[in-house]
């Protein structure tokens, strides 16, 4: 319950409230399963399960792939967000060059530019990659 509230607390969650339920009020378990429903709510809007970290349920997103690194995260949840798709590291370097020129040039031709935001919904991988490149 404690860490429920710190989260609520720093904005962590994706939504304040729930079914008129205040987030700080949930249980760890509580708190998780409205996460798992806003990052698959995400996962139908945009196409995948990879949230940039600068909203809310991107900072839960990330935190959720810091407690499996660290052996943290319990074996149910991580086969949760492996259901919805969830990638344990995004890093461009993992994907081939030619690829991600495949990726920029597509995003060129539909945008007529190549100022890709660094946190780019569709393609979180080519935002991150423009930036380093």
């Given at each position: 319950?404690?860490?429920?509230?710190?989260?609520?607390?720093?904005?962590?969650?994706?939504?304040?409230?729930?079914?008129?339920?205040r987030?700080?009020?949930?249980?760890?378990?509580?708190?998780?399963?409205?996460?798992?429903?806003?990052?698959?709510?995400?996962?139908?809007?945009?196409?995948?399960?990879?949230?940039?970290?600068?909203?809310?349920?991107?900072?839960?997103?990330?935190?959720?792939?810091?407690?499996?690194?660290q052996?943290?995260?319990?074996?149910?949840?991580?086969?949760?967000?492996?259901?919805?798709?969830?990638?344990?590291?995004?890093?461009?370097?993992?994907?081939?060059?030619?690829?991600?020129?495949?990726?920029?040039?597509?995003?060129?031709?539909?945008?007529?530019?190549?100022?890709?935001?660094?946190?780019?919904?569709?393609?979180?991988?080519?935002?991150?990659?423009?930036?380093?490149?």
């Open positions: 319950m404690a860490a429920a509230f710190l989260v609520c607390s720093l904005g962590l969650l994706a939504g304040a409230r729930l079914s008129g339920v987030m700080c009020e949930m249980s760890g378990e509580e708190v998780f399963d409205a996460q798992i429903r806003a990052l698959r709510a995400w996962r139908q809007r945009v196409g995948h399960a990879d949230v940039p970290l600068g909203s809310a349920l991107g900072r839960w997103v990330y935190s959720q792939r810091r407690l499996r690194e052996a943290k995260l319990a074996p149910e949840r991580v086969e949760a967000l492996d259901a919805l798709g969830l990638r344990w590291k995004i890093d461009p370097d993992d994907v081939p060059w030619e690829e991600m020129v495949d990726r920029f040039r597509a995003f060129y031709a539909e945008y007529g530019h190549g100022r890709v935001p660094k946190k780019y919904e569709v393609d979180p991988l080519l935002g991150a990659w423009v930036c380093a490149v």
